[in-house]
């Protein structure tokens, strides 16, 4: 098993910034792909990105390029997702996901991923 916290959520004016946590316990981490995804109330589950193994590839949803960026120490076994020029639509409970399979397409869909942590609540007001 693989456990999954995520930290770092609050709350948080437009333009301002935050930086998730997502660390891992319980097996090695550096052989998990990881993703993250949020949900915001009377929505599906969207994603946001996700990081390789290595920490060497990783990709954004669209909404998100250009402010949020993921990276992973893989000796803390953390993965972190810097969010900067946050936008009132940015709020949402935000989730780590761990995959056993290599990074890829596949990363993208929630369907994919064997863990998850138990989200973070990320609030940007006007």
């Known amino acids: 098993q693989l456990q999954l916290v995520e930290s770092g959520g609050g709350l948080v004016q437009a333009g301002g910034s935050l930086r998730l946590s997502c660390a891992a316990s319980g097996r090695a981490f550096s052989n998990y792909a990881v993703g993250w995804f949020r949900q915001a109330p009377g929505k599906d589950r969207e994603f946001v990105g996700a990081?390789?193994?290595?920490?060497?590839?990783?990709f954004n949803a669209d909404s998100v390029k250009g402010r949020f960026t993921i990276s992973r120490d893989n000796a803390k076994n953390t993965v972190y997702l810097r969010m900067n020029s946050l936008k009132p639509e940015d709020t949402a409970v935000y989730y780590c996901?761990?995959?056993?399979?290599?990074?890829?397409?596949?990363?993208?869909?929630?369907?994919?991923?064997?863990?998850w942590g138990q989200g973070t609540q990320v609030t940007v007001s006007q």
């Open positions: 990081i390789s193994r290595s920490g060497g590839s990783t």
């Open positions: 996901a761990a995959d056993r399979q290599p990074y890829g397409r596949r990363s993208s869909s929630d369907r994919n991923y064997d863990y």
